[in-house]
C-alpha cells in the first residue's frame, strides 16, 4: 500500500503515457506477482546462496574479508552495489543470450504497458539465478549487514522507479544511475534496442560492456512479439511446457513468434 501511495501519484503526475490507465491491461495478474512472488523468491534464493557459501567459504581468505569488513559502512554500500549489479549484469545478459534461459526470461519482457506494478512480473527462477549471481559475492566477500540493507533498499526503490510510467529524466546523472529512460529502452520492441541496457542500477556497466542504448526519444512499443500466456500460474509453467513443446495454443496471446528466439 506504501508503494502504490507513492507510486500512482508519481506516475498521474508525471506520467509518461498520460492515456495509460492505473489498471491497466493485466494489472491484476502482476498484483498477483507483487503479493505472492517473493516469498518464493526469497526462500529460493536463501536456500542457493546458502549452500553455494558453504561451497565457497573455504576458498575466500580471511584477510580479504576482514579488510572489507574494516571499511566505513558508506564506503561498503557503495562497493555492494558496485559488485551486486556486475553480478547482476552478467546473469541478466546470459539469460538474454541462452535459449533455455530466455524462455524464464520472457515472462518479464511480455510486460506491453510498462509501470511500477509491472517491474514485479518476473519468473521466480529468472530472480533466484539473478539474485544469487548478485549477492553471493557480496557474502563471500563479507560486507556488513547494514551495507547489504542499503543496497536492499536501493535495488528495490530503483527498479520500481525505471519500470514507472513516468517521465522523470536524471540529466547528466543518467549515464551513471539507471533512469526509466535507460530501462524503458531495455523493454523496447524495437530492433536497435534488443539485447541493451542490462545493469540494474549503473549504466556506465553497459556502456563498458559496449551494451548502452539510450536515444533521447523514448521507445514506441514494448514487449516481445513471443506469444506468453497471459495468467501467472500459466506463466509459471510457460517456460517448462516450452522446452516439453507441448504449451496448449489456447493459452498463448495471438501474436507472431519472436525474432530474439
Known amino acids: 500500500m506504501i508503494i502504490a501511495m507513492i507510486f500512482i501519484p508519481l506516475e498521474r503526475l508525471l506520467p509518461l503515457d498520460a492515456d495509460q490507465k492505473v489498471l491497466r491491461k493485466h494489472w491484476l495478474n502482476d498484483a498477483i506477482y ?24 573455504f576458498v575466500v581468505p580471511e584477510g580479504l574479508t576482514g579488510v572489507v569488513q574494516a ?10 552495489i558496485l559488485v551486486a549489479d556486475t553480478g547482476f549484469y552478467l546473469a541478466h545478459r546470459v539469460f538474454h543470450a541462452v535459449p533455455f ?20 512480473r518476473v ?21 556488513s549487514g547494514t551495507a547489504i540493507a542499503v543496497y536492499a533498499l536501493v535495488y528495490q526503490g530503483q527498479s520500481l522507479l525505471i519500470h514507472s ?26 530492433r536497435q534496442a534488443y539485447d541493451k ?9 553497459d556502456a563498458l560492456a559496449g551494451t548502452l542504448y539510450m536515444p533521447e526519444r523514448m521507445p514506441r512499443v514494448y ?29 498463448l496471446s495471438e501474436e507472431p513468434g519472436d525474432a530474439r528466439t
Do not use: C
Not at 41 to 56: E, F, P, R, S, T
Open 223 to 251: 514487449g516481445t512479439d513471443e506469444p506468453v500466456p497471459p495468467l501467472y500460474h500459466q506463466q509459471l509453467a510457460y517456460p517448462l511446457k516450452q522446452l516439453a513443446g507441448r504449451v496448449p495454443a489456447g493459452e
Open 71 to 80: 571499511q566505513p559502512i558508506w564506503l561498503q554500500a557503495v562497493e555492494v
Open 34 to 57: 507483487l503479493f505472492f512472488n517473493g516469498i518464493l523468491i526469497k526462500l529460493g534464493v536463501l536456500v542457493l546462496v546458502g549452500l553455494l557459501m558453504i561451497a565457497i567459504r
Open 123 to 143: 519468473h521466480p527462477v529468472d530472480q533466484i539465478v539473478t539474485m544469487t549471481a548478485s549477492l553471493l559475492p557480496v557474502y563471500a566477500l563479507g560486507f
Open 101 to 120: 534461459l530466455w524462455k524464464f526470461h520472457a515472462i518479464h519482457h511480455s510486460i506491453e504497458e510498462m509501470d511500477w506494478l509491472a517491474a514485479h
Open 197 to 205: 541496457n542490462f545493469a540494474g542500477q549503473l549504466p556506465f556497466i
Open 165 to 190: 510510467n513516468t517521465r522523470i529524466r536524471f540529466g547528466p546523472l543518467k549515464w551513471v544511475l539507471a533512469s526509466p529512460q535507460f530501462h524503458h529502452w531495455h523493454h523496447a520492441n524495437e
